[in-house]
């Protein structure tokens, strides 16, 4: 299982199909071995619209 661990102790999986993840620190996009910082749900919306197409 494929995942990063941040120093303040987050910990966020990044297997599997693209999805939002909230977290204390903040939202992200992750899968697909990635994991990206979003600063609200419409640009995660955005953006898993824009990998999803791809």
Known sequence: MSSITFT???KIHTD?????????DGLYVVGNGM??????SEEAKELLETLKSK
């Open 16 to 24: 599997g199909e693209y999805r939002v993840t909230h977290k204390s």
């Open 8 to 10: 303040d102790g987050i």
């Open 35 to 40: 994991c990206i910082p979003v600063d609200d």
